[in-house]
């Protein structure tokens, strides 16, 4: 192959590295260093344009939600497990990450493409939409729609910050306001005739904003991804530092129950 041909097999619009210069997407990093958050960067690394500074800080907001959720999650108890082992903090983190799938890590890809057809079917009421889509989720055998409901809290305290910034956006013209008018009819056919409410998780209340800020489903799983990393760093880097060697999923003193 000529240079060309193999200059052209990586060619990306992502960065151009070359000696001593760098840009990302088309903007010398120098440019960015001092002026831009990590939110912003993120945004223009993915989307090829700079965010407005209401966008970025709507992004920022649901990258802060979802930094951590204790040991009681698997990712964060991996991270810790594996950083017992004589390995090095970037297993630590790969190990959790991958952990990071459908049941633990996908729900906020999962209820942005709720929401998407939802709104996709709102030629009536986004009402009547919602009530349609939840019976065909049931229909094929959804247990848990995605985003909705939680195992530990009986009301995700992640939740109301995050809408009350949505609805700050969708006041001030930052975003349309439908994927969030979406996820509230959801919970308004799941709550009919309950006496205990399903509210909306933090999953939900994170892809309703990435919904608005325009990013598609997998990208939702993308960024919790970013998002938990820094949760997952903090955990392997604790653990590291006191000292235990192979550290169990349980204390030694607790004997698996035998099912032989």
Same mark, same amino acid.
């Given at each position: ?29 120098? @440019? ?6 990590? #939110? ?14 209401? *966008?970025?800080? /709507? ?10 959720? #204790? $040991?009681?999650? +698997?990712?964060?108890?991996? =991270? ?28 906020? *890809? %999962?209820?942005? %493409?709720? /929401?998407? %057809? ?17 019976? *065909? ?8 729609? $995605? ?12 939740? @109301? ?14 975003? $349309? #306001? ?11 056919? /799941? ?11 933090? @999953?939900? =209340? ?34 590291? #530092? *006191? ?5 169990? +999923?349980? +204390?030694?003193?607790?004997? +698996?129950?035998?099912?032989?």
């Amino acid at each position: 192959m000529t240079d060309t041909e193999v200059a052209d097999w990586w060619g990306t619009a992502v960065s151009r590295i070359e000696p001593d210069h760098i840009e990302l997407r088309g903007i010398p990093v120098r @440019d960015l260093i001092a002026t831009t958050g990590f #939110g912003a960067v993120i945004w223009l690394m993915l989307r090829g344009s700079r965010p407005t500074g209401a *966008q970025a800080r /709507l992004l920022e907001a649901a990258l802060v939600a979802g930094v951590d959720h #204790g $040991p009681h999650a +698997p990712s964060i108890a991996v =991270a810790r497990i594996t950083a017992t082992c004589g390995v090095g903090i970037n297993n630590a983190m790969a190990s959790a990450i991958n952990t990071l799938g459908d049941s633990h890590g996908g729900a906020g *890809q %999962e209820c942005v %493409e709720l /929401l998407e %057809e939802i709104v996709a079917r709102s030629t009536g009421t986004v009402e009547t939409a919602a009530a349609e889509v939840v019976a *065909q989720w049931r229909a094929r055998g959804v247990r848990y729609l $995605p985003g909705f409901g939680h195992r530990f809290h009986t009301r995700d305290p992640r939740r @109301d910050p995050l809408l009350a910034l949505v609805d700050e956006a969708v006041a001030a013209g930052t975003v $349309p #306001g439908v994927f969030a008018r979406a996820a509230r009819a959801i919970e308004t056919v /799941l709550n009919r005739g309950r006496a205990t409410p399903v509210p909306m998780n933090v @999953d939900g =209340a994170t892809a309703v904003v990435y919904a608005e800020l325009g990013f598609p489903a997998p990208l939702a799983r993308g960024l919790f991804v970013l998002s938990r990393s820094v949760g997952v760093l903090a955990h392997a880097w604790e653990e590291m #530092g *006191q000292g235990r060697r192979n550290k169990g +999923p349980i +204390p030694p003193a607790v004997r +698996p129950t035998y099912l032989g």
